[in-house]
């Protein structure tokens, strides 16, 4: 599996971290994303991303327009999605943990026998 398959699992997450600190549009979330490497298969790649986010009513859009006049869609993350944001990050961490013990690994990054 490769890193790319790793991240795709966890990237509804990632967004709405990034959703978090501040409303967004989606060019703007694909390259606070590779600020952290988790790159995307091209700039269209975001938004099956954000139309699930706002279908399950974590996000609320609207439109401004921005300095070159272009119409831009922002995204804002409700309180709905910081619950469940909460929850994928409370997830994450278990089983974090989880996959350490399994590992065998302490906090040093030393294998246990």
């Known amino acids: 599996m490769d890193r790319t398959s790793l991240i795709k699992g966890h990237l509804e997450m990632c967004v709405l971290s990034i959703l978090s ?8 979330i694909m390259k606070e994303l590779e600020k952290y490497n988790l790159k995307l298969k091209g700039v269209g790649s975001i938004y099956p991303i954000l139309t699930k986010l706002k279908d399950q009513e974590w996000v609320h859009t609207y439109q401004e327009i921005s300095g070159n006049g272009k119409v831009r869609v922002y995204y804002e993350i409700n309180e709905k999605g910081e619950l469940y944001l909460q929850k994928k990050i409370e997830e994450w961490l278990e089983l974090q943990q989880d996959i350490k013990s399994l590992l065998q690994i302490d906090l ?6």
Not at 21 to 28: H, I, N, Q
Not at 108 to 113: F, I, R, T
């Open 21 to 28: 600190r501040g409303k967004s549009y989606g060019y703007e």
């Open 108 to 113: 040093k990054g030393d294998h246990v026998e």
